[in-house]
């Protein structure tokens, strides 16, 4: 009786777990992980080229998380991010499925609200359009 009774437990204990959504959807499985800048489009002469990418004479780091949450490279989330990202064609809508830390700089910052970014990515290589305008950033993956 005692083991029947364990045993009801344990089932009843195992149908109160929550399975983690941490999958990460298709859409966006491509871009997920850490992106260095590499290049940015600049228009030179009437003519539109890729300028190497040189902020602050330090690499430029961001990732894309499993949820599509994008952190800086302090794993913080980025001021000024889009609500969604349409990738190879693909709209995604960028919903949290786990905690999100506060970042504090984003306090004093003053966002021109961009929100969609446009991503083409082929294999470890993404170009980003934001704001449907022509400001684009070329990154490599990490």
């Not at 009437?46 to 690499?59: H, I, L, M």
């Not at 889009?82 to 709209?91: H, I």
Request: glycine share 6%.
């Amino acid at each position: 009786m005692k083991q029947i009774l364990f045993l009801l437990f344990v089932l009843f204990i195992l149908s109160g777990c929550k399975k983690d959504d941490t999958d990460t959807p298709p859409q966006i499985e491509g871009i997920v992980g850490k992106w260095q800048l590499t290049e940015t489009e600049i228009t030179e002469n009437g003519r539109t080229v890729w300028q190497e990418a040189g902020v602050y004479d330090k690499p430029y780091y961001f990732s894309i998380r499993f949820d599509g949450v994008l952190l800086d490279d302090k794993d913080l989330p980025m001021c000024c991010s889009p609500q969604s990202l349409t990738v190879n064609g693909f709209l995604f809508a960028i919903e949290p499925k786990a905690s999100v830390p506060i970042n504090p700089l984003c306090a004093a910052v003053s966002c021109a609200q961009c929100p969609n970014w446009e991503i083409e990515q082929t294999g470890d290589q993404m170009i980003i359009t934001t704001c449907g305008i022509s400001l684009r950033s070329k990154y490599v993956r990490k």
